[in-house]
């Protein structure tokens, strides 16, 4: 049975295992077995599964396999965060970031290797893009963290939130996210609420309104700018699909669920969007949308042309916002020493797109 090509069953979601054994000639309940056998208690091998009978686990072992990135490295915080480096094939690495605090404990998940929207002020961005993550690489994100961790979720959960903000934008990678986070929810597998699975977004408008038909998890968006001028030059997704547009893709996504809000990131980059009339153009834009917003100081990377605003000029910011009646936070940097921070995530990236050698054509990096 060497030559077979085996299937990685970290693909598969629920309805994916359960069509996965009607062909092998098994019953549907198999799939709720072997979810709680790999994601309830981190099992990778298929003779450890004591509730399937001895031929159903042979027969797995010559047609199936349980296979998760690769950690190459691991670097640890003097905060407490941890990122793992982790090897996606020969030429490419992604970075997965675990940061715990009193209250809860999150992972922030990429969702492809590199990323393709070239947003100005984030490291990841600058590596360009090589492809999307398969499910098995984004689940597979938060199967090796809770075995890093020494943690099977069936007993203890140190991992309680999930946030897709690392390396690559989720919504391009439509499909496969989806799979992803419905085994992060589903009760036989990870069996997260909703409301701590957080999926960020540039604004892929489209996609936004597909989301909302498919599943309900709590909704980011990455604003950092209040018009459409700043948003173009910084977040250049901005020409494509402007600020009114994303508005209402946003106010639709909670539309029939009225105590729901969407959480805005903004990035606080000196000079450029942190000035008085920046906040009240903020405030005036997300009046009428249900909304927090989360205050992101920048974290440098190498090359970068731009500067973290003050503490001064974030309060003063986050004061003017308050005062307009929005909830808005600073959001603690956390893991900078580690480069794990917010848009610090940078990986390795066998880049298709070309951008780095473009960059360095134009002397923006060296």
């Known amino acids: 049975m060497s030559d077979v090509v085996k299937t990685n069953l970290l693909n598969l979601d629920k309805t994916g295992l359960q069509e996965f054994f009607a062909q092998i000639g098994e019953k549907p309940f198999r799939a709720s077995q072997l979810l709680k056998w790999i994601y309830q208690f981190g099992v990778q091998d298929f003779n450890e599964m004591s509730n399937l009978s001895k031929n159903l686990r042979e027969k797995l072992i010559d047609i199936a396999e349980i296979t998760p990135p690769e950690i190459i490295s691991e670097h640890r915080s003097h905060d407490g965060t941890i990122k793992w480096v982790l090897r996606i094939d020969e030429a490419n690495y992604v970075e997965t970031v675990f940061i715990p605090e009193a209250d809860r404990g999150t992972l922030c998940i990429s969702s492809q290797v590199g990323c393709a929207l070239d947003c100005r002020f984030c490291s990841t961005a600058q590596q360009g893009f090589n492809r999307n993550l398969s499910v098995a690489e984004i689940i597979g994100q938060l199967w090796i963290a809770n075995q890093a961790l020494g943690c099977q979720p069936r007993e203890q959960r140190i991992i309680s939130n999930i946030v897709l903000m690392g390396m690559g934008e989720p919504l391009l990678n439509f499909d496969n996210v989806i799979k992803a986070m419905s085994l992060m929810l589903e009760d036989d597998a990870y069996g997260l609420s909703k409301r701590r699975v957080t999926l960020s977004t540039s604004g892929v408008v ?20 209040p ?17 009114k547009e994303l508005m209402q893709a946003c106010m639709n996504y909670v539309a029939d669920e009225p105590r729901r809000k969407i959480t805005f990131e903004y990035v606080m980059l000196e000079g450029i969007n942190d000035s008085k009339q920046h906040a009240l153009e903020l405030a005036k834009l997300l009046k009428d949308v249900p909304a927090k917003v989360n205050l992101i100081p920048f974290n440098p990377f190498p090359n970068t042309r731009y500067r973290c605003s003050s503490q001064t000029k974030i309060d003063a910011f986050r004061d003017v916002l308050v005062a307009k009646g929005l909830t808005t936070i600073t959001r603690k940097t956390r893991g900078e020493d580690i480069d794990a ?6 990986g390795q990236v066998m880049d298709k797109t070309k951008r780095k050698q473009r960059q360095q054509d134009l002397g923006v990096i060296r």
């Not at 989301?211 to 709590?218: A, P, R, T």
């Not at 018009?227 to 600020?243: A, F, S, T």
Request: charged share 25%; aromatic share 2%; glycine share 2%.
């Open 341 to 346: 921070a917010c848009g610090q995530l940078a």
């Open 206 to 225: 489209p996609a936004m309104k597909r989301l909302k038909e498919v599943s309900d998890v709590s909704l980011a968006v990455s604003l950092h700018a």
């Open 227 to 243: 018009n459409d001028e700043l948003r173009n030059e910084i977040v250049p997704l901005n020409q494509k699909y402007p600020i």
